[in-house]
């Protein structure tokens, strides 16, 4: 029996045991992640700091802050997640309870990404937990020292057995791929998204893939061009680039490139000083293999800013390219690094049919003080999210589902979510064995009579919620006390 | 005649048109839908009896009211479905415009089934169209005379631009597949569910399976004998016992064994006559092939047959059957029963009864029979399925806003009512942001420093979602 196997029966049994039910349990597992963020952050910081080369406080700032977040939000909210949701009733039902019970799925595959290895990583693994699952955890093995900082200390704060890592490369995945799960959620790169899924339907399980793409960003040229800048520069070289929802590429007027060219060039200063190579809050690529691909990308387009780069490091200069075009090499791709590509569209109508001529991205960009013009966007284009006029942000927002649609992904996360996307959602209905008389005309034999009675009594769907209630109820027992008096004497 | 690909190539672009978007035309379609049913009720009776002999009650109440029951909760609701949900959000974005757009995905297809065939086709079609997609609608060419029907009717009725009958056998499924859909869902048997998601992966299409197994039904404790015996029969013997949500096999002490089996006899004598099978109330089974493999299960359980177990080939009649004594590697317990078999297995203990249970894969639907409150919620939290029902069969997936879906083996993803147009939706999250207070932005901007740090912690924490606002 290989590690793998070993370790899913190993979590499935302990699963089974009911241990992850009450919600005391869980809300205990959580607060001791927590406390291993807080206890470990050093640990953390470090790590990250050999991964991809990004700060200290650049860390905190995009890694262990949402997480601790969605912690906070879990513990806090989880007695009403986890609480049974009662629906509408018909008439039939009225006496019976009706409700959705949100329930575990069993033992649930995280596979988590590079870029961000501990918020990727543990942010689906705060849903699991909330939701009453076991977890096996697969860090990804290209950032190697947070993976390998994970399989060491976090057992020392979670059930080892509910929540085991498992680390390795591909091999290793694949074998775990061979087990069967109560869900997959993966993070990562389409190709290998489609292996999961295929994998996954070799045993009837459930997905969820936060995937890429190329996420536009469209300025309209009447905007403050200045304040967008910014926060595209800052929305884009955040993490080298690394960032699935980074703005990969921006449209605008011809008129106004080389004023966002300017713009970007003074924020990339602003940001990171004249030479960001030497300054501790930019960040590096992640591997020799990312470095080369994302240098490749550039071939073929005008370089407007940056450009410098230096192998020996894995530094790629935060750059700006110009006039390029659909064709363009590094149009080919998900740039997944720091080169931000401007291409020339005559306006709203061009950039929207630009867009929807590629894939759907995980979120599409738009910067313009015109709401319609925004409106017009939003309802001519599909995306997994949408963001005006900002970048990254709506990911902190956790009441907002985070998540792609068609090549960028399915199912969605945070907060809420989370918990939702790893739960099963049972429909219960409680009846008693009494009122057998009311069941009766649903029995064969058939007549025409008992039809009439059944569709509406089984069918109509009524709005049983306060004083309707009380007014149908009322309605009912005047009914039947008539019937009793006319019939009966 | 198109051939497939042209059906799908020219639905996506009728649908990058923007045709299905507005509510109007949601609306027009689904009041379309709502003629076709109840114009058509007599052909489609007449088509499901042709099928499975379906009585007219069942036809008229599990196919043609529960489309209806569905149609118009979603014609009344679903304008407020579409509209877009505003969310909650921390200090440093409470300015901003938060809310979760419901956008339709695309071009989606819809597999149906053979049991139900107007039900199980048409209840997701009603989401696909209130969502505002196209669709392409594979009926089940078991069900011959459905199929045909609703061939004839849907093009006659709804746009043809954007909804299309593709119609054949497996042959034509597995090539329809090769194309690429927005989603795809798919009612059908665990074998056939597989290779759709091997199809699907490859365009990283989400798909919604709703498939079966062998639903439980556990009878303990304090109990009304002849009421949980009619609800027991009606709900097994309900279209022959093939039905996804047909309690599959009794759990019981041998003690109510023994008190149900007179009256289950009884119960079915009151509803199926002397002579079942000349009586117009019971339905027969689907195809010849299905018969065959009903007559053979039953030829290899080693257990009793104690009432029933009569067959005629000619018009694919099987007799409602009980067996006992079965244990649990019998041939009866190997596979989804889907006929008028009704397996009896002996526990001792409730706890045997889960424990079996749980030994199972996850079923589609659970039933447990009991006066006994505590035991009923012992099985509910001590097991796992799809749907949850006590002291009755079926009905609670005729309730449109209890979400319909397995677990596991007995399938993914819910409908039904608004699930169903939440099935067919992509939920779209979008921020709009404001210009002003970039001052604040340059919390987030790098050079990063503590102070910074702090003040970012405070202002996105969800403690600070204060009272002010």
């Not at chain 1, 996420?215 to 040229?221: E, T, V």
């Not at chain 1, 005006?388 to 792609?404: I, Q, R």
């Not at chain 2, 379309?32 to 009650?57: C, G, R, T, W, Y």
């Not at chain 2, 599990?62 to 569905?70: A, K, M, T």
């Amino acid at each position: 029996m290989s590690r793998e196997q070993l370790v899913v029966q190993q979590a499935r049994k302990s699963f089974l045991t009911g241990k992850t039910k009450p919600l005391e349990f869980r809300i205990h597992q959580l607060k001791s992640l927590l406390r291993f963020i807080s206890e470990r952050r050093g640990d953390i910081t470090y790590a990250v700091k050999r991964d991809l080369g990004k700060s200290e406080k650049g860390t905190e700032l995009f890694e262990t802050l949402g997480l601790e977040g969605e912690i906070e939000l879990a513990v806090e909210k989880l007695a009403e997640w986890a609480a049974p949701r009662p629906v509408e009733k018909n008439f039939l039902t009225i006496t019976d309870e009706v409700y959705v019970q949100p329930e575990p799925l069993g033992v649930v595959l995280i596979i988590g990404a590079w870029n961000y290895p501990w918020a990727i990583t543990l942010q689906p693994l705060v849903g699991a937990i909330a939701a009453g699952n076991a977890a096996v955890i697969k860090p990804s093995e290209v950032s190697s020292h947070s993976a390998k900082v994970m399989e060491e200390l976090l057992h020392k704060y979670l059930d080892k057995d509910l929540y085991p890592v498992v680390t390795g490369g591909v091999a290793e995945t694949q074998e775990l791929l061979r087990q069967r799960f109560d869900h997959v959620f993966y993070t990562g790169n389409s190709t290998v998204g489609r292996l999961v899924m295929e994998a996954a339907a070799r045993h009837l399980t459930p997905v969820t893939l936060e995937l890429g793409g190329k996420s536009p960003c469209y300025i309209d040229k009447s905007c403050d061009i200045s304040v967008a800048c910014r926060r595209i520069t800052w929305g884009k070289f955040v993490n080298c680039g690394q960032t699935c929802i980074a703005p990969d590429y921006i449209l605008c007027e011809p008129s106004i490139q080389s004023r966002v060219v300017e713009e970007i060039k003074k924020s990339i200063k602003e940001f990171y000083t004249e030479n960001p190579k030497t300054f501790e809050d930019y960040g590096r690529i992640i591997n020799q293999r990312h470095f080369k691909r994302v240098m490749a990308l550039m071939e073929g387009s005008t370089v407007a800013a940056g450009g410098d780069s230096d192998e020996s490091q894995c530094y790629i200069e935060p750059t700006v390219l110009q006039d390029v075009t659909g064709e363009s090499k590094v149009m080919k791709e998900e740039i997944f690094g720091p080169l931000l590509p401007i291409i020339t569209v005559s306006g709203v109508d061009e950039a929207v049919q630009f867009i929807n001529e590629r894939e759907k991205p995980l979120v599409v960009y738009v910067f313009s003080h015109n709401n319609k013009l925004i409106k017009r966007v939003i309802a001519e284009t599909s995306s997994g999210a949408l963001l005006a006029n900002d970048c990254l942000v709506h990911f902190t927002v956790s009441a907002l589902p985070f998540g792609g649609v068609g090549n960028s992904g399915m199912g969605c996360y945070h907060g809420r979510h989370s918990f939702d996307q790893l739960s099963h959602l049972r429909s219960c209905l409680i009846k008693q064995l009494k009122m057998e008389g009311v069941n009766s005309m649903r029995y064969p034999p058939h007549t025409a009579k008992k039809l009439g009675w059944a569709r509406f009594f089984l069918l109509n769907r009524v709005n049983v919620c306060g004083l309707q209630r009380i007014a149908m109820l009322a309605m009912l027992a005047g009914l039947a006390a008539f019937v009793v008096q006319r019939f009966l004497r | 005649m198109d051939t497939q690909s042209e059906v799908v190539s020219r639905l996506r672009s009728v649908f990058a048109s923007g045709v299905t978007i507005p509510e109007e035309f949601r609306r027009a379609q689904l009041t379309k839908l709502m003629s076709m049913m109840k114009e058509n009720q007599e052909l489609i009776v007449k088509a499901l009896h042709q099928d499975l002999s379906k009585p007219k009650f069942e036809a008229v109440l599990s196919e043609v009211q529960i489309v209806i029951n569905d149609l118009r909760y979603t014609i009344n609701n679903f304008s407020s479905w579409m509209n877009p949900e505003y969310v909650g959000k921390n200090l440093a974005t409470k300015l901003d415009t938060c809310f979760v757009r419901r956008e339709p995905l695309g071009v989606v297809l819809i597999i149906g089934a053979w049991n139900y065939p107007v039900q199980l086709l048409l209840l997701p079609l009603i989401g696909a169209i209130a969502a505002g997609n196209c669709v392409v609608i594979k009926p089940s060419e078991v069900s011959a005379a459905t199929d045909s029907l609703i061939a004839e009717l849907i093009p006659k009725y709804l746009s043809q631009d954007c909804y299309a009958v593709v119609r054949g056998g497996a042959e034509e499924t597995k090539s329809l597949l090769q194309n690429r859909f927005d989603h795809i869902f798919y009612t059908g048997s665990q074998t056939v569910a597989r290779s759709i998601l091997q199809a699907a992966s490859v365009h990283l299409t989400p798909v919604t399976l709703e498939l079966g197994g062998k639903c439980p039904c556990l009878i303990y404790g304090r109990i009304d004998i002849p009421a949980a015996a009619r609800r027991l029969v009606w709900s097994k013997f309900f279209n022959a016992g093939q039905s996804c949500v047909a309690p599959d096999y009794v759990l019981c002490s041998p003690a109510i064994r023994d008190a149900l089996l007179p009256v289950i006899q009884q119960t079915l004598e009151d509803f199926y006559g002397k002579d079942p099978k000349s009586c117009p109330d019971l339905s027969r089974i689907v195809s010849p092939r299905h018969w065959t493999r009903l007559v053979e299960l039953l030829g290899k359980t080693d257990g009793k047959v104690v009432i029933g177990g009569e067959s005629r080939e000619e018009d694919k009649y099987m007799a409602p059957t009980v067996v006992t004594d079965v244990t649990e590697d019998d041939a009866l317990m190997k596979e989804e029963i889907f006929g008028p078999i009704l397996p009896i297995l002996t526990v001792d203990s409730l706890q045997e009864g889960i424990s079996f249970i749980n030994r199972q894969e996850s079923p589609l639907a659970l039933y447990v029979f009991s006066d006994e409150s505590h035991i009923v919620n012992k099985v509910l939290e001590n097991t796992k399925s799809g749907g949850f029902c006590s002291n009755d069969g079926i009905v609670h997936m005729t309730l449109p806003t209890l979400p319909f879906g397995g677990i596991g083996a007995s399938g993914c993803g819910q409908y039904h009512g608004h699930y169903s147009f939440e099935t067919f939706s992509h939920r779209r999250g979008c921020m709009l942001r404001g210009w002003a207070l970039e001052r604040l932005n340059t919390l987030r901007y790098p050079p990063y420093t503590d102070s910074k740090l702090s003040w970012l912690i405070w202002s996105t924490s969800s403690e600070s979602t204060c009272s002010l606002m």
